[in-house]
């Protein structure tokens, strides 16, 4: 593998930079400090193939600070093929990376080259693609192609007890571990399926041993089967024979009932032509009888006819007494109104009659009546004069008495006041004033006053008499005059108008007197009209009631005549039956004769049958023999069903056995074949976890690869120290506390005085012997890695070397960069650049870094 490009953004310092290395074998890498040059050429690279970067300080911390995205592009050859890798990292939102593999192809159509991708669809799968071609992780590709800045003697440095153990890292050996690891894992698994397989054998063999005793647990099932069926068979036979044999006897059986039927409607029918024959010998003795009366019957039959008739001619009488009923209800219902008319007019003749008797009487009363008329007339007057002369005086008297109250109170009043006046001018004359008169006080003043009113009052007082009411008097007494004057009584007055009502019904009547004289002869005359009528009346219910007497005596017979009439009847029916007999007397003694010869066939026909059912009956008796039999055929085939299905299923449940143990049979073969390959499975796994572990293939490799490395570090130690050093390594050191070994890759310097530890050099005689180790180490993973990295980088491998040994250094990288196609020295010492025939400076430019190639 041979770099030829490197192209980064954003990378660490670095805007930008593409600097191609085709042209490059040894270069020197110039420029002042931080201007990018371990970014470009150590950091760059490893994160495109790996993306990993130095101090694995993580990737998003390398993104150039501002920025947001990196990129870097390795191009390099390998194995005659250009191929490039880019690789780009976002730190946008969760952080992104992308990968791309990819190969340079002749394009035919073109005719020119282009870039063929051979990326996976994933980031991992891309860089395992990029693992496989180069055959190198970022470990091992670090390790033999980069000599990072201040990690020169990062194996040398470490104890040596650890070497071994990073020895063992750089060769890869980590890789044995893991197949250790596999190995082991294989080993367990396969043991174990062999114990499951081993225990399995045994559990099929403990079962599997039962297997003769059911396969002859089988067999007697089988015979025992077959015997059953042999003996069901026999018994079907009987059964079907004994089934036939009933058949034949129901067969019978059904003939001898149908004969019972047989028999039973013969006799049935004998009955009936019994029955008719004696019914027909009661008609002949019948008949007969009604012959030998026949001199009775025509007398009979006679009487019936007489007696019939005269029940007629009553019969037809019988209707008039009703009517008579009829009649005479009609008429005395008009006697009854006639005798009402008849009591009416006496009555009315009666009053009339009296209301004449006191013509005189009344006539007087209309006297009365008119007299007491007139009188009540001024009465009625006189009264209403009264009223209004009565009401006068009262007034009159009311007005006096008014009067009277009046000048009572007056006089009161004033003698009331005339005692206050009088007390007032009493004390005007205690008030012990000198000159009360002329006093100017109020109370004095008032006083003054009242003395002066005094005078008119008492003279007003002495004017009150009985002279201010004698006119109110005098009126009154004059009113009261006059109503007395009139004279009128109440009492006379109220007689009187009761008297007139008295007299005014006789008033009434009087004027009546003319027509009652003219009511009272038409009256007598309906009276003797309605007499006549009556008498009319009743000499017709007379009539009636002879009638009627007659009548009943008539019909007296008709009851007990009526009553004879039905037995006369019967006499007259069984004359009318006379012919009939005679004629049915023939006949019916040829009918009996018939039915005697009928009756004598059936009764014949009967007995034979009878005899044939005997017949069949006896045979019949065997049915319930034949019936049990049957039975218990019927009831010894269940039981040999019976046995049989339990066999079956025995035999059922028996088969499935042998078919679990057949499949376990199988099963133990089976396993049986793969417990063999099983077990040379797990001796070949315990092999391999020997060959992988400690003791193994890796101890191997250690022990092979220890001299190889010790030849290739003396070879570049030699020249680098002008053959004053020399150095080995001591993969064992004898332990002092106790006996025995411990694993160590001591290094052990000879120099012209002897042999002494790594450790025991000076710092500068340290960086050449650690620059021999590590480029033995390149050499050697390159070599092992299959395919050579034939690029190795150093960065800053100088330091602390003086000038002597600086140029000796120096020669040595010269040399061993004939084992390399490409190497890249970086260097800030001026002096060291110079020795390089090409020189590439990076200086910091307005927009990145600058580069510059020298030769
Ligand atoms: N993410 C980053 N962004 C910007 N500058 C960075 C970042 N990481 C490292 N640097 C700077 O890059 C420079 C290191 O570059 P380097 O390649 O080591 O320089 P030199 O040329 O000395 O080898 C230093 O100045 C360091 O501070
Ligand atoms: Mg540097």
Redesign the pocket.
């Known amino acids: 593998m041979i770099p030829l490009r490197i192209e980064a953004t954003n990378i660490?310092?670095v805007p930008h930079v593409d600097i191609d290395l085709s042209n490059i074998n040894l270069a020197s890498i110039c420029?002042?400090?931080?201007?990018?040059?371990?970014?470009?050429f150590t950091?760059a690279p490893v994160f495109a193939l790996f993306g990993e970067t130095k101090n694995s300080c993580g990737m998003d911390?390398?993104?150039?600070?501002g920025t947001q995205e990196m990129d870097s592009t390795l191009e390099f050859e390998h194995r005659g093929e250009i191929y490039r890798v880019i690789r780009t990292r976002s730190t946008k939102g969760k952080g992104k990376t992308t990968l791309e593999l990819q190969r340079l192809i002749e394009d035919p159509e073109l005719s020119a080259r282009k870039w063929d991708s051979l990326s996976g669809t994933t980031t991992w799968e891309t860089e395992d693609k990029i693992k496989e071609l180069l055959n190198l992780d970022a470990e091992t590709f670090l390790a033999s192609s980069m000599i990072l800045?201040g990690k020169a003697n990062e194996f040398t440095s470490k104890p040596a007890g650890q070497r071994k153990a990073i020895l063992a890292q750089i060769l890869g050996l980590e890789i044995y571990d893991r197949l250790l690891e596999k190995a082991k894992e294989k080993e367990r698994a396969v043991n174990i399926e062999l114990e499951k397989a081993k225990a399995k054998l045994s559990e099929l063999d403990t079962r599997l041993v039962a297997k003769p005793a059911v396969e002859s647990e089988r067999a007697v099932c089988l015979d025992e089967i077959s015997r059953i069926e042999a003996e069901i068979q026999s018994k079907e036979s009987e059964l079907r024979q004994a089934r036939d044999r009933v058949r034949q006897l129901e067969i019978k059986q059904q003939r001898a009932r149908e004969l019972d039927r047989q028999i039973d409607t013969l006799w049935t029918e004998i009955e009936q032509k019994e029955s008719e024959k004696s019914e027909h010998g009661d008609k002949l003795v019948r008949a007969q009888k009604i012959l030998d009366s026949e001199a009775q019957i025509l007398s009979k039959s006679n009487e019936h006819e007489q007696v019939k008739q005269r029940i007629t001619v009553l019969q037809t009488k019988q209707p008039r007494l009703s009517e008579l009923d009829i009649q005479e209800r009609q008429i005395r219902g008009e006697l009854v109104k006639i005798e009402s008319q008849l009591t009416t007019t006496s009555q009315q003749v009666t009053k009339t009659e009296t209301i004449l008797a006191c013509q005189s009487e009344l006539e007087q009363a209309v006297n009365e009546f008119n007299l007491l008329g007139a009188d009540i007339e001024r009465l009625d007057k006189l009264a209403e004069t009264f009223r209004i002369q009565e009401l006068n005086a009262i007034q009159k008297k009311a007005a006096w008495e008014k009067k009277d109250t009046e000048i009572e109170n007056r006089a009161k009043e004033l003698n009331d006041q005339i005692s206050g006046l009088k007390k007032k001018v009493e004390m005007l004359g205690n008030s012990g004033c000198i000159n009360p008169e002329n006093a100017q006080c109020r109370f004095l003043a008032d006083a003054q006053d009242a003395k002066k009113k005094l005078p008119d009052l008492e003279k007003e007082l002495a004017s009150i008499d009985g002279s201010q009411i004698q006119p109110y008097w005098e009126e009154y007494q004059n009113a009261k005059r006059s109503v007395e004057e009139l004279k009128y009584d109440p009492l006379q007055h109220k007689q009187s108008k009761e008297r007139l009502n008295f007299l005014r019904p006789k008033v009434e009547q009087a004027a009546q007197l003319d027509s009652k004289q003219e009511l009272l002869q038409n009256l007598k005359q309906q009276k003797s009209q309605a007499e006549e009528q009556k008498g009319q009346i009743l000499d017709r219910i007379k009539g009636f009631q002879a009638e009627r007497i007659k009548l009943v005596e008539e019909l007296k017979p008709l009851t007990e005549l009526e009553a004879r009439l039905p037995k006369l009847a019967q006499w007259a029916q069984v004359k009318d039956q006379l012919p009939a007999a005679r004629g049915m007397v023939a006949v019916t003694n040829e009918t009996i004769a018939k039915l005697k010869t009928e009756i004598e066939l059936k009764r014949k026909t009967a007995y034979q049958l009878g005899n044939e059912k005997n017949e069949i009956d006896r045979w019949v008796d065997n049915l319930p023999t034949e019936l049990g039999g049957i039975a218990d055929l019927e009831e010894n085939l269940g039981t040999l069903r019976k046995e049989l299905t339990d066999y079956s299923t025995r035999a059922g449940v028996i088969d499935a056995q042998l078919k679990s143990l057949e499949k376990d049979e199988e099963e133990r073969r089976q396993i049986k074949d793969q417990i063999i390959p099983l077990a040379k499975d797990l001796v070949r796994w315990q092999t391999l976890v020997k060959a992988y572990g400690r003791d193994g293939i890796p101890a191997l490799i250690i022990e092979n690869a220890v001299p190889e490395l010790e030849r290739i570090a003396n070879e570049i130690l030699g020249q680098m120290s002008k053959g004053e050093h020399s150095l080995r390594f001591e993969t064992q050191r004898d332990l002092k506390s106790r006996a025995g070994v411990k694993e160590t890759l001591d290094i052990i310097v000879s120099d012209w005085i002897g042999d002494r530890p790594y450790e025991t050099f000076s710092g500068g005689e340290q960086l050449r012997i650690d620059f021999a180790i590590r480029f033995a180490l390149a050499e050697l993973l390159a070599r092992r890695a299959g395919s050579r990295v034939e690029w190795l980088t150093i960065d800053e491998g100088l330091g602390s070397q003086d000038a002597v040994h600086r140029g000796l250094v120096l020669e040595a990288i010269k040399s061993v960069a004939d084992r390399f196609r490409k190497v890249l020295v970086?260097t800030h010492i001026e002096e060291a650049q110079a020795v390089f025939e090409q020189q590439i400076y990076?200086e910091p430019g307005e927009d990145g870094v600058r580069v510059k190639l020298a030769a």
């Open positions: 660490g310092a420029g002042p400090n931080g201007v990018g040059k371990s970014t470009i950091i911390n390398m993104v150039r600070l800045q970086i990076l």
